[in-house]
């Protein structure tokens, strides 16, 4: 059974067991809840004492985890292996099996990323604003860890190091719920991660899984108000969905990845396609990977577009007017609207020929997920026209969609895609990870 967000709050504030609570007559939590609240209360010891790390000593532990990660990576592949097997046999998508496979480079790239981590500036402690006031009051507003931050994400394998990572560089705790499919690979993974806090003096309860207890577990971390500062959901629309719907924890809430490339009629020929071809087969299975193509009705380049992109192994589903220009030797199928609302999160894309830059706006307010969206072209007045008017988290001006990405817009690793408007929007890195305070220093005052 599921306590209530206020029950919750009750008993961490009062420490009454569950059997106190079932003989007082209040609803009692089940094993798994219990667990769960347990887990949490650790962590929130744990974040205390992380909070308080330096620096130096974070970047320590960090650098120590990349390095046990390389040390380790034949444990960590035989791991992934019975985990992409598994997959397999139950009939796993490719493009998941792909987010699911880890390889040596990929091993590698978990470990720049946690040297890259470690060489940006702490945001903990950073003066966001400051005065003196008239009264002689001295005022500062402060970056601080937000404490325990929670994570439900699908079979990424990486997104856990990333999340530990910057949790602890962030001066947080985190617990994880990476999935099933990723079950002993995390487990791997988590196991490392914690091995090497202990042997920099960190706490291992500052990294934690619930990945044992299920979905039930997943359950119990939405609910758990009072124990979790806050949630960060990462995944396809049905899990984002699923937790920004039930939880009673605040929530970060990331986004699907329905992005457009807008090709302009003043594009560059072999700019287009290639900004095109690459945003959506350089991987397709992440989310900002482009899912519609939307090309000026005037652009003398669709033919190359859509020639380039079937040579590429892309299968194109096309609105009337882009089937009645088809180039010869590509085949589509025509598009509906689920096509246009659709994140294939594979070798597909939609494509439309639009009228003007208004039309393409248009169809992206329709459409997006408020993710990423590209514009290709040569008019000054259209890419501001379009860098003003569309509403999304990150838009590219002749540049691939794939470029939104923690690190590749040199912010080190990232938690995820905000796509909401409040606190973090885009790529969450560590000054995402903090909230702040306001810290006043007087000499005896007193309100008059």
């Known amino acids: 059974m599921t306590i209530s967000a206020q029950q919750s709050s009750e008993q961490e504030s009062t420490g009454q067991t569950a059997a106190g609570n079932a003989g ?7 094993p798994v809840e219990a667990a769960v609240h347990s887990i949490a209360d650790q962590a929130r010891t744990a974040s205390r004492r992380v909070a308080r790390a330096n620096r130096g000593w974070k970047d320590r532990a ?4 990349g390095e046990a990660l390389m040390a380790k990576q034949d444990v960590i592949l035989r791991a992934n292996a019975l985990d992409v097997e598994a997959g397999r046999e139950n009939g796993t998508s490719k493009a998941l099996l792909d987010r699911l496979r880890l390889d040596p480079d990929r091993i590698a790239s978990l ?14 402690g950073s003066v966001v604003r400051g005065q003196t006031l008239p009264n002689g009051l001295r005022m500062r507003q402060v970056h601080v860890p937000m404490g325990v931050v929670a994570a439900i994400y699908e079979a990424r394998p990486n997104v856990t190091v990333d999340i530990a990572g910057l949790a602890i560089k962030s001066g947080n705790a985190v617990i994880l719920r990476g999935g099933s499919a990723a079950a002993r690979t995390n487990e791997t993974l988590v196991g490392i991660i914690r091995d090497e806090l202990v ?3 960190l706490p291992a309860d500052a990294v934690q899984s619930v990945d044992e ?9 939405m609910k758990a108000r009072g124990r979790v500062d806050v949630l960060i959901p990462r995944g396809g629309r049905n899990l984002i969905q699923t937790v920004v719907n039930n939880a009673s924890v605040p929530v970060i809430e990331t986004g699907e990845g329905n992005v457009h490339v807008f090709v302009d009629a003043t594009a560059d020929e072999e700019m287009a396609a290639d900004i095109a071809v690459n945003a959506k087969t350089h991987r397709p299975s992440v989310c900002n990977a482009a899912e519609t193509l939307l090309v000026h009705k005037d ?4 033919g190359t577009l859509l020639t380039r992109l079937s040579e590429a192994g892309v299968r194109l589903h096309v609105d009337r007017r882009v089937m009645a220009a088809l180039p010869g030797g590509v085949t589509a ?4 609207d689920d096509d246009w609302a659709s994140e294939y999160m ?6 439309a020929m639009v009228d003007d830059v208004d039309e393409a706006m248009e169809h992206i307010r329709t459409w997006s997920s408020g993710h990423t969206e590209a514009i290709v072209t040569n008019s000054l007045a259209n890419s501001e026209l379009f860098t003003a008017e569309v509403d999304s988290a990150a838009v590219m001006v002749n540049a691939s969609t794939r470029f939104t990405d923690g690190a590749e817009l040199g912010l080190g690793a990232e938690v995820g895609i905000s796509t909401q408007k409040m606190h973090a929007r885009g790529p969450m890195g560590l000054p995402e990870l903090t909230t702040t305070k306001w810290i006043v220093n007087g000499n005896g005052h007193i309100k008059p």
């Open 24 to 30: 007082s007559g209040q609803a009692a939590v089940s």
């Open 111 to 124: 470990a720049s990323a946690l040297e890259n981590l470690a060489s940006l500036p702490d945001p903990v």
């Open 213 to 221: 207890y299920g979905r039930e577990g997943a359950n119990a971390l």
């Open 199 to 201: 042997r920099t003096s």
């Open 62 to 65: 960090l650098l120590a985890i």
């Open 299 to 302: 652009s003398p380049h669709l």
């Open 333 to 336: 199928t025509e598009a509906t």
């Open 346 to 351: 594979d070798l597909e894309m939609a494509v």
